[in-house]
């Protein structure tokens, strides 16, 4: 049986961990960002680089994945994110205001 590189691991794990705990009527999520680009401009939100920079003070690890979605009115931003330790976890923040800039 073939091995699947850590790359493609990551990926895997992180598309479950984006899948799970969203309950129904939550929201549409975009992942694909040359639709969700446009969505970001035209709402306000901040930009995946300005969320990454915030993040680098706000939490602990890395982002690996960043997931616009509609939520209640508003827009949200979904992250993976692995810590030191190499766990994944999910985290939500408010893309207007994320970590309550």
């Known amino acids: 049986m073939p091995r699947i ?6 990926l895997l794990a992180a598309t479950a961990l984006m899948g799970r705990g969203a309950p129904a009527g939550a929201g549409s999520c975009i992942a ?14 901040v930009t995946v680089e300005q969320l990454s ?3 680098r003070s706000h939490l602990e690890g ?6 616009l ?4 009115g508003g ?5 993976v994110v692995r810590g030191a ?4 976890r999910s985290v939500t923040v408010d893309a ?3 970590f309550g800039r």
Request: with cysteine.
């Open 5 to 10: 590189g850590s790359g493609l691991a990551v």
């Open 32 to 45: 694909d960002w040359s639709v969700a680009a446009p969505i970001v401009k035209k709402e306000g939100l």
């Open 53 to 55: 920079s915030l993040a």
């Open 62 to 67: 890395s982002i690996v994945k960043t997931t």
């Open 69 to 72: 979605c509609e939520e209640k």
């Open 75 to 79: 827009y949200v931003f979904r992250l």
């Open 85 to 88: 330790n190499g766990q994944l």
């Open 96 to 98: 207007r205001t994320p």
